[in-house]
T-cell receptor, first 112, second 114 residues
Framework: TQLLEQSPQFLSIQEGENLTVYCNSSSVFSSLQWYRQEPGEGPVLLVTVVTGGEVKKLKRLTFQFGDARKDSSLHITAAQPGDTGLYLCAGSSNNAGNMLTFGGGTRLMVKP | NAGVMQNPRHLVRRRGQEARLRCSPMKGHSHVYWYRQLPEEGLKFMVYLQKENIIDESGMPKERFSAEFPKEGPSILRIQQVVRGDSAAYFC????????????FGPGTRLTVT
């Protein structure tokens, strides 16, 4: 069974601070996705990374896929209250079909 | 381009009744996935369907749950004889052909069993 562990589970910071969220596994994934979910809504896809070592940037968000494709990180620069939400990583692997395995999520609160 | 649509958004059923959840994928997507999010738990895969075919149902409970994606119309997740433990948010996702890992989610159906 593939597992994805996210850390930290909860994070409360002040506006303007930087933060990093981690997503780790002992399994290799062929791709990894980051989602953001608001209360009462479905997850919204932020980014997909597929190549080991890949780095993608989305405005103030930087996503990195580990060289061995077992881990990923999400770094937010100068966090804003609008970044508040639940961040989920999800991985897929070739031997698990198209099923996504989700991490437990990191609940971020950015205080003004 | 409309996103994934799910209805109803909220569904209340008494124990023993049937629940039917509908999902229309994004335009151009032919792959549909259902996930369940139990209170205070993460999203768990249930089933993966293509038109008229169930591709992977490894995450779906063996009893009372079924899913279909007919040639015409939305995908339907059916739960028969619901129990309180079925109360959860059920999310549908869709993906384009050849990019099954890139799944776009609908807003979910929140099922409450009383």
């Amino acid at each position: 069974t593939q597992l994805l562990e996210q850390s930290p589970q909860f994070l409360s910071i002040q506006e303007g601070e930087n933060l990093t969220v981690y997503c780790n596994s002992s399994s290799v994934f062929s791709s990894l996705q980051w989602y953001r979910q608001e209360p009462g809504e479905g997850p919204v896809l932020l980014v997909t990374v597929v190549t080991g070592g890949e780095v993608k940037k989305l405005k103030r968000l930087t996503f990195q896929f580990g060289d061995a494709r077992k881990d990923s990180s999400l770094h937010i620069t100068a966090a804003q209250p609008g970044d508040t939400g639940l961040y989920l990583c999800a991985g897929s692997s070739n031997n698990a079909g198209n099923m996504l395995t989700f991490g437990g999520g990191t609940r971020l609160m950015v205080k003004p | 381009n409309a996103g994934v649509m799910q209805n109803p958004r909220h569904l209340v059923r008494r124990r023993g009744q049937e629940a039917r959840l509908r999902c229309s994928p994004m335009k151009g997507h032919s792959h549909v996935y259902w996930y369940r999010q139990l209170p205070e738990e993460g999203l768990k895969f249930m089933v993966y369907l293509q038109k008229e075919n169930i591709i992977d149902e490894s995450g779906m409970p063996k009893e009372r749950f079924s899913a279909e994606f007919p040639k015409e119309g939305p995908s339907i997740l059916r739960i028969q004889q619901v129990v309180r433990g079925d109360s959860a948010a059920y999310f549908c996702a869709s993906s384009p052909v050849g990019q099954g890992y890139e799944q776009y989610f609908g807003p979910g159906t929140r099922l409450t069993v009383t």
